[in-house]
């Protein structure tokens, strides 16, 4: 399996992914935006795209599928919740549901909170033969979760963190939908100022531009992403300032951490 990012050049800072089986050719477009550049990255590339995957159905995800199914016939896919939500999809999926093409075995992960009907991707370790792949969307990001202002809810990101997250292995990678890092970064520093991996990873990324950014993993995400850190001593201390009434509980934690950063 191949694993193609391509950051968009735009003002929300999104990638898009081309997942090619590289025995077969065959492709998988996920969250395109720009529906003209990701066919012409799979010729590019010698793939065809043979299916069109959105994590949720926010018109930055979904802005390239018209482009995409105009050229190549390839369904889309989503969430069976997403259905009257993204134009011309075909098929609803749901928690549990593997998505294969060619020699591609994705696991759908339901991960409700940034919207309501937001799904993840997941291929485990026996499927790439070296380590699990995370495609989070907008659920979790590097040094951040994903905002839930937009038909979302914090509880339900809050539980996507626990039951969906959590249990997964250190030396997953981490392809996300968006790159925040460098922002994300800094509010990470002014959460925990004495975690030295926040300041670390700010200047290793400094020069890079936004295509050069690394692909992270979870273990690497669990030294300075506050919403994956909600143990910290320090994270909770510097939160009690704000919040002087906040809760023992990790989901206060999660909930005062999302609303400073909405503010952010």
């Known amino acids: 399996?191949?694993?193609?990012?391509?950051?968009?050049?735009?003002?929300?800072?999104?990638?898009?992914?081309?997942i090619g089986c590289e025995e077969t050719r065959q492709a998988i477009a996920l969250d395109p935006l720009d529906g003209e550049?990701?066919?012409?990255?799979?010729?590019?590339q010698g793939y065809q795209i043979k299916l069109i995957i959105n994590t949720h159905e926010h018109h930055d995800h979904i802005g390239g599928n018209p482009a995409v199914q105009a050229a190549t016939g390839a369904p889309v896919w989503a969430h069976k919740n997403a259905m009257g939500k993204i134009p011309n999809q075909a098929h609803g999926l749901v928690a549990g549901d593997v998505v294969e093409l060619g020699t591609i075995r994705l696991k759908v992960l339901f991960t409700p909170g940034h919207t309501a009907v937001h799904?993840?991707?997941l291929a485990d370790a026996s499927e790439t033969d070296s380590v699990p792949l995370l495609f989070s969307g907008d659920t979790l990001f590097n040094a951040c979760a994903g905002n839930c202002?937009?038909?979302?809810?914090?509880?339900?990101?809050?539980e996507?963190?626990?039951?969906?997250?959590?249990?997964?292995?250190?030396?997953?990678?981490?392809?996300?939908?968006?790159?925040?890092?460098?922002?994300n970064l800094?509010?990470?520093?002014t959460r925990e100022p004495g975690n030295s991996m926040v300041g670390y990873w700010l200047d290793q990324i400094q020069?890079?531009?936004?295509?050069?950014?690394p692909v992270m993993t979870l273990g690497q995400e669990r030294e300075y992403n506050p919403f994956l850190r909600l143990h910290s001593d320090e994270v909770r201390q510097n939160l009690k300032q704000e919040f002087p009434d906040l809760g023992e509980g990790d989901r206060d934690v999660f909930r005062a951490l999302r609303s400073l950063r909405d503010q952010w």
């Open 186 to 189: 800094n509010f990470a520093r």
């Open 119 to 121: 799904l993840c991707l």
């Open 160 to 183: 996507t963190f626990v039951s969906q997250l959590q249990p997964l292995p250190d030396e997953t990678l981490l392809y996300p939908g968006h790159d925040y890092m460098q922002n």
């Open 149 to 158: 202002r937009n038909g979302g809810n914090v509880d339900d990101m809050y």
């Open 1 to 18: 399996m191949q694993v193609i990012r391509r950051y968009m050049h735009n003002g929300l800072r999104n990638f898009n992914y081309l």
């Open 207 to 213: 020069a890079n531009e936004p295509d050069e950014m």
């Open 37 to 44: 550049q990701m066919v012409a990255l799979a010729e590019e």
